[in-house]
């Protein structure tokens, strides 16, 4: 035996006696009493569903024993995850089992909410519609189904007839809308995550897909794993996740993302490298007017190059920090029409208050390069909420749109609408109600100084954590007379404990449901278990006060033969009373009411299939086309000869062109600054965001043990040399505060994420340290979307003045 | 005592030690691995960070027992014609721990000690292909690779070190679906079905191999070819006709 062997034999016999000794010795974590079952499996039923998280649309199987949801798994059958899910789909099912659920109504009595019963509650509602129907609101979200938006949308805008319906979407992801309608004319992304597949290069504007949209990022990296190429571009403020996967991370200074767009668009031009048989054949040149419009005014493609010739490399990096070279790199990939280049943007573009002008000049750039409409060429937007499309953009509940991408200023749109509603001509309005921002501003006013909003009712979201600046746009209205706040939702909220009048909802598969993702899909999916105590389904939650004021006689509830606006007739053609709640499951109201929002969704080739379809699919993309077969074809590439079957001349062809020509718009939009930097009483920038744990204002999230303990709370993540400048240790509590509000904090030095110097991040889901008393509501013109991403702050230790 | 002694004696008691070490290890229960069970992320960071040169010379940290000169030496290969000994109890047990760190039977499981938050993942190093260290046996993922393994895999403490007080877990009322004791056999003797669904659990030796818990292993290793044998269920990988609606 040489020492070689001896040492061995040695260490492993060591090692063997202590991995005995450690056995023996006992685990804590094997104690008895885990369940275990000898039936593989066959008790429990399994259904699909999408996800009831963000706006990627990964469908889940739900295992359902007993009336309850015991396990969920990846649908293996659904093209957009493919069987995988994130961290947060595969805890979705413990989202419904948080030991505070709401179960029954609730009215504030001297200050303290109390039990009531469902008809009072429906009473209540019903009064102050009477009361003021002009000042009566709905504030909603992403997060509604499209039955429920489109209930709700329909109440609004036929029956109070006052527009006054908003979505947190508005605060997520307008500017996204904008940007398509002012380039395509029509909403939405062209392509689809198919993209993702044969993209070359991806570029994430201002994006960390690996927290915030991870089943998406794993389809791009995993590629990796089977051999193939893609490049990756994080292009950002902060070192993230992402970045590590990345095989260029840019950083740029807060809002020079424009100046480094128009840097790429400049050296196209400047080289001659963009696509000019592209750009001739179905593109138009636009640029801004004061005040801005969606339509801007035409320039030439000299007056084009002219305005970007200050845009050069070098005076690029001056104002985003990212190198010369860096823009070049940038430039020369988007002059080779060999590669295939996709972009991915979510908030990051869309929080901004110069969010169209980024939207139009990164779809500007495919455009002008020419890298659209061939798969994995494609400018695309993610959404946040699962139905953001779907509900807000598709079924239009926005202060200005109608289902169907109508918009209520238009006589031609209100016109269809009544038509397909059966209302008396002009009973829609043609000014749009109050966007977010705006609604709740007049909500936190007394009525006579502007505040002509006195009632709001919330929907699946939670304004008093989302809202900017939610010390002046929420919670002023708590201590205002005659201002009432209406809740439904599924958990005590700070939106929830802070209302009037609270209703408890069910959620997720607690009820038949149908979302759209981010790349036009319309999902579908069946009530499986029954929502706990008296929790009710939003939808009829709205139905139901809808009746209500019908039997009060409010004018507005009928249709011009006098007929309930949502009537639904049963298979033999009578009418149901599903506004009681025992009968609301004798007909498929969802059905009902999509197979009725199915006629909005021709005018602007958004078609829909019927319902049956996507029973049958996990969803389906829009535009959907009956075949002669009479079967339902998807589309997954708008605008292109090759997939979308409404092009009938050109390779592409904008079909809904701004300027009715069949032609996108190539817009220029100068940098302009931001509306508050940091200075030397607010030195740093404060940025907000999400973690990939929790979702939204972690309501549901932070209620699934294994995501809240995983992050269990806020934290302000700082650069080691501020910290160290300031003399703040790693987990010391701070005061974070801004012009507007302060909140305390614990610092997490090298953490999830790298600030660069100078600038803070702070996520936005911990309900107890809610940052958005800190944000700044200054908001894009056009989009009305708030900036979350940048606005001046400074950090404190407790217990020190401020300087 | 001369040198040519001293090696004799060196010999004798190392050879008593590994008859020792085979005893116990092989004969005796079969124990020589435990699972990580993963202490407060705070404990691993708060070691001192040192040079490698200074690592060799003085062993530290949570690892300490596993460095030293003989770390490298390790044999890699497990012994997979080793009698495999294992009880009813020993199952219970393993399921048992399985269960702390999982929501239902075929979630993600929960990461039991501390890692870089920030940095892409190197969780491939050690849960590729599995490995022992110290005693303690880092498993090897059950499915085919994906690179961004935090996406669905978390810490299950907080993880940020240097905070004073965490808040505590929220309470739930979701009972999670179980693990199943074990395949039906069609007769005494058959060789089990497949009691769970193989989506993402496609690797059965991440589980039932030389290096799974004790009470959950194959007693054959050395054959590969797991369904030659055992039938995955359809219904449970969503295949084939289901009573579930489409």
Known sequence: MDRRDFLKTTALAAASAAAYRLAQGGDSAAAPGTRVTDAPGGDVTWDKAPCRFCGTGCHVQVGVRGGKVVAIAGDDKAEVNKGLLCVKGYHVGLALYGK???????????????????????????????????????????????????????????????????????????????????TYGVDEPAGCYDDLDAADVIIMWGNNPAEMHPVLFSRIVDRRSRGEDVKIIDLTTRRTRTSGFSQHTLFFKPQSDLAIANGIAHLLVERGTFDRAFVDAYCNFRQRTEPPTLDGQAMSFEQYKA???????????????????????????????????????????????????????????????????????????????????GTVREAGTLAHALPGGFVVAKPEHRQKAEEIWNLPAGRIKDKPGYH???????????????????????????????????????????????????????????TAMAADLVLPSAMWVEKNGMFGNSERRTQQWFKMVPPPGEARDDC????????????????????????????????????????????????????????????????????????????????????????????????????SKHDDPYVTKGEHQFYHSVTKDDRALIWFHPYDPPPESPDADYPLWLCTG?????????????????????????????????ARALGVQDGEIVIVESRRGSLELPVWLDGRAEPARGSVFVPFFDERLAINRATLDAHDPLSKQPDYKKCAVRVRRRGKAAP | MSRQRGLEVGLVVALSVAAIGLVTGVTGTGREVREYVGDRPAAQSEVEA???????????????????????????????????????????????????????????????????????????????????????????????????CVQCHVVSDDPRRAVAATPPAPETLFVGLESVRGGERAWPGAPPTTPHSTLMRERCDACHGTLGALGMRSTHPWRQSCVQCHAPSAALDQRGPTARRP
Request: hydrophobic share 40%; proline share 7%; glycine share 8%.
């Open chain 1, 307 to 389: 305005a970007l010739a200050d845009y050069t490399p070098e005076k690029v990096e001056e104002i985003s920090g990212v190198s010369a070279a860096d823009i070049r790199m940038l430039a020369d990939l988007f002059g080779n029409r060999d590669l295939k280049i996709t972009s991915l943007w979510c908030m990051g573009m869309n929080q901004h208050t110069r969010g169209t002008a980024i939207n139009d000049l990164v779809h500007g750039i495919h455009l002008l390069s020419g890298h659209f409409g061939r798969p994995g060429d494609a400018p695309t937007s993610l959404t946040g909420q699962p139905s953001a499309c």
């Open chain 1, 100 to 182: 505070d659920r709401l179960t029954r109504p609730l009215l504030r009595k001297n200050g303290k909410l109390e039990p009531i019963t469902w008809d009072q509650a429906l009473d209540i509602v019903a009064d102050r519609v009477m009361q003021n129907p002009a000042g009566f609101a709905i504030y909603g979200s992403g997060q509604w189904t499209i039955p429920e938006g489109y209930a709700a949308n329909k109440l609004i805008k036929a029956g109070l007839a006052n527009n006054q319906i908003d979505p947190n979407a508005r605060l997520c992801m307008a500017s996204a809308v904008t940007g398509f309608l002012s």
């Open chain 2, 50 to 148: 040192r040079g490698y040169a200074d690592m060799r010379a003085a062993p530290h940290g949570p690892n300490a027992a596993a460095q030293g000169e003989w770390f490298d030496q390790l044999p890699t290969g497990p012994d997979v014609f080793a009698p495999v000994v294992q009880t009813a109890e020993d199952r219970a047990a393993a399921l048992a721990r399985r269960a702390t760190r999982r929501a239902y039977d075929g979630a993600p499981p929960t990461i039991p000690h501390a890692i870089d938050q920030l940095a892409v993942p190197s969780c491939l190093a050690c849960h590729d292909r599995g490995k022992v260290i110290a005693g303690m046996t880092a498993p090897r993922m059950s499915h085919a690779r994906h690179d961004s």
């Open chain 1, 436 to 494: 977010t921002v705006e609604m709740w501003r007049r909500f936190s006013k007394p009525a006579d100084q502007g505040g002509d909003i006195d009632t709001i009712w919330v929907q699946v979201t939670n304004p008093a954590r989302s809202l900017p600046n939610i010390n002046e746009l929420f919670e002023p209205s708590r201590k205002l007379p005659g201002k009432f706040l209406i809740v439904s939702d599924v958990y005590p909220t700070a």
């Open chain 1, 690 to 722: 999400r973690v990939i744990e929790h979702w939204h204002t972690g309501t549901m999230t932070m209620r699934i043990p294994q995501l809240q303990r995983a992050m269990p709370e806020a934290y302000v993540e700082m650069h080691r040399d501020d």
């Open chain 1, 540 to 639: 009829w939650q709205t139905l139901a006060v809808a009746r209500r004021l019908y039997d009060r006689g409010l004018p507005g509830m009928k249709d011009k033969d006098g007929k309930f606006l949502f009537d639904i007739k049963d298979a033999a053609g009578k009418s149901v009373p599903f506004w009681e709640w025992p009968r609301y499951y004798d007909v498929n109201v969802d059905r009902a009411l999509f197979e009725e929002y199915r006629k909005f969704s021709r005018f602007k080739h958004k078609d829909l299939a019927p319902y049956d379809e996507y029973v049958k699919a996990r969803g389906l993309r829009w535009p959907v086309v009956e075949q002669p077969d009479g079967s339902w074809r998807e589309t997954r590439f708008r605008f």
